[in-house]
């Protein structure tokens, strides 16, 4: 059994769309760990990957997002904070005043095991910004912000169709699982 620390069901969605096909258990850890404060997704998911690990005394997944506006060069790991503080609307006037209205999403994930050892897997994930907000599927920043050679903006896509966008590291996790199972 491996716990996945989450209360996000997209995440939870991408997380077992891939450990089901490896035939791996994955349960996910509804409880409030800390999220510590720091410059990078990897060290905030290594945190809560290994104290749930200890805690559970088992393997332990935690991910961590964070976006990158590169015209501003934030919000970084702190995007939950800046999205509540600054509404689609007023990021976009903000954003009109730069032509490069594009960015990333950086996804950290790492599988932590009660003995300490650690697999840390990241990538990105393109993104521009619409120029106004468009869905209704969710809210806040998704309005406004579409994936790289995409029309529509994350809150015209259900859940589903986009998966396949965020289950890179969770197949990552899963082959190495899938290799090492015997040692």
């Known amino acids: 059994m491996i716990y996945l620390v989450t209360k996000n069901s997209g995440k939870l969605l991408a997380a077992r769309s891939v450990f089901e096909r490896h035939n791996i258990a994955i349960e996910p850890v509804n409880r409030g760990y800390p999220e510590i404060q720091a410059n990078n997704s990897l060290e905030i998911a290594r945190f809560t990957a290994l104290q749930a690990a200890h805690e559970l005394g088992a393997p332990a997944i ?8 590169n ?12 999205e509540q503080k600054v509404p689609a609307q007023i990021l976009l006037k903000i954003l009109s005043n730069f032509s490069d209205r594009s960015g990333y999403f950086e ?4 599988y932590a095991e009660p003995s ?34 995409e ?19 969770y ?13």
């Open 62 to 69: 935690r991910e961590d997002h964070s976006l990158f506006i």
């Open 71 to 82: 015209a501003l060069g934030i919000p970084g790991p702190y995007t939950n904070y800046f």
């Open 107 to 110: 996804v950290a994930t790492v």
């Open 116 to 149: 300490e050892a650690i697999r840390e897997y990241t990538f990105q994930v393109p993104i521009v910004f619409a120029i106004e907000e468009r869905g209704n599927l969710q809210g806040g920043w998704n309005r406004i912000i579409m994936l790289a050679g």
């Open 151 to 169: 029309t529509r903006t994350l809150a015209e896509y259900k859940e589903q169709e986009r998966v396949h966008i965020w289950d890179k590291n």
């Open 171 to 183: 197949l990552a996790i899963a082959e190495y699982l899938s290799k090492h199972k015997d040692e």
